[in-house]
C-alpha cells in the first residue's frame, strides 16, 4: 500500500500545472540606462541643428570626378561646384577639389562664401529681361507673374532660388555644361540695372 501511495502521489505532482507570478513593473531587468541616454541626446542634437550663423544656404550642383597623371600614374581626386546664397539678393559659386566629396563640399563652400554678390531684385522676380553670352553659353531670362514659379534647368534653378527670385522664366542655349551655365547666370544676374 505505500509503494501505490507514492506512485500516486508522484503523478499528482508532475500533473499540477506551474502557475508563474506576471512580472510587475517594478520589477524584473533593469532598463538600458544607455539608450535612453542615447535618445535624449540625439533629440537634442535635433533641436540645435547645425545652423549657420549667416544663414547661408548651400547647394551642390555638380560632383565630377577628375584624375591628374603623375610619375607613378593617375591619382584620382573629386570636384565639387557648390552654389550658396541668403534668399535675400546674395548669392556665390565656387569650385572644391579634394579626394573625397566631404572635404572638396567644404572648400567649395568657404570660396563661395568669399565670392558672395549682391543682386538688385524686384520683389519676387528680376527687374528687366536680360540676353547675356557667355563663352558658349546664351542666357535668356524674363521677368513673370507672380505665381509662376522658376521656370529654369537644374544649374539656372539651384541659382536663382538661392538669390531670392520665386518667379522668372529662362532659356539656356548653346552649352549645357553645368559650371558655365551656373557662372553665366551669375554674371547676368550682376549684369542687370536696378
Known amino acids: 500500500m505505500a509503494n501505490e501511495e507514492k ?8 500533473v499540477t500545472p506551474v502557475v508563474r507570478s506576471e512580472a510587475k513593473p517594478g520589477m524584473g531587468r533593469p532598463q538600458n540606462r544607455r539608450n535612453d541616454n542615447r535618445s535624449n541626446f ?9 545652423h549657420n550663423p549667416d544663414d547661408v544656404e548651400k547647394r551642390i550642383v555638380t560632383i565630377r570626378r577628375v584624375s591628374h597623371t603623375y610619375k607613378g ?4 581626386s573629386l570636384s565639387v561646384l557648390v552654389v550658396v546664397g541668403d534668399r535675400n ?3 556665390g559659386a565656387a569650385i572644391g577639389k579634394g579626394p573625397d566629396v566631404k572635404s572638396a563640399e567644404i572648400k567649395a563652400y568657404n570660396k563661395a562664401k568669399k565670392k558672395m554678390v549682391k543682386i538688385h531684385l524686384n520683389n519676387t522676380t ?3 529681361e536680360i540676353f547675356h553670352k557667355k563663352g558658349a553659353v546664351k542666357i535668356f531670362m524674363k521677368p513673370a507673374a507672380p505665381g509662376t514659379g522658376v521656370i529654369a534647368g537644374a544649374s ?3 541659382v536663382l532660388e538661392l538669390v531670392g527670385v520665386k518667379d522668372i522664366l529662362t532659356k ?13 547666370t551669375i554674371e547676368a544676374l550682376q549684369s542687370m540695372k536696378q
Open 73 to 76: 600614374g593617375k591619382r584620382m
Open 156 to 158: 539656372l534653378r539651384s
Open 89 to 91: 539678393g546674395s548669392v
Open 172 to 184: 539656356i542655349i548653346g552649352a549645357s555644361n553645368p559650371i558655365t551655365n551656373v557662372y553665366a
Open 42 to 50: 540625439n533629440s537634442r542634437n535635433k533641436q540645435n541643428k547645425r
Open 7 to 14: 506512485a500516486t502521489t508522484i503523478k499528482t505532482e508532475s
Open 126 to 128: 528680376i527687374p528687366h
